[in-house]
Nanobody, 125 residues
Framework: QVQLVESGGGLVQAGGSLRLSCAASGRTFSRNTMGWFRQAPGKEREFVSGITWNGGGTYYADSVKGRFTISRDNAQNTVYLQMNNLKPEDTAVYYC??????????????????WGQGTQVTVSS
């Protein structure tokens, strides 16, 4: 059974930092794009960041560019999201996702077949 388990969420003041982790089990994703999405209350889920299978390509939503950094450790089957200079508008449930198709990239959440349960990030002003 494939599982993606996020951790690292929490409550932080504006300007603070958090590091999210997503540990995959049940299969390896070392050849697959992985991404982070988020859903704020009353809003649709949106793309935050993605990373290609070897880390050679990283992608960010304009709203987080320059503040968030995505990385991965294929040996640990884990992807990370370092979030700095957090703002209240970053408050959301953050989801990790993985594509089943190897070596391909998309930021369309419909292209991700595996999803974690989400971790809450709350940024106070």
């Amino acid at each position: 059974q494939v599982q993606l388990v996020e951790s690292g969420g929490g409550l932080v003041q504006a300007g603070g930092s958090l590091r999210l982790s997503c540990a995959a089990s049940g299969r390896t994703f070392s050849r697959n794009t992985m991404g982070w999405f988020r859903q704020a209350p009353g809003k649709e889920r949106e793309f935050v960041s993605g990373i290609t299978w070897n880390g050679g390509g990283t992608y960010y939503a304009d709203s987080v560019k320059g503040r968030f950094t995505i990385s991965r450790d294929n040996a640990q089957n884990t992807v990370y999201l370092q979030m700095n200079n957090l703002k209240p508008e970053d408050t959301a449930v953050y989801y990790c996702a993985a594509r089943s198709v190897q070596f391909t990239w998309t930021r369309d959440q419909g292209g991700y077949e595996y999803w974690g349960q989400g971790t809450q990030v709350t940024v106070s002003s």
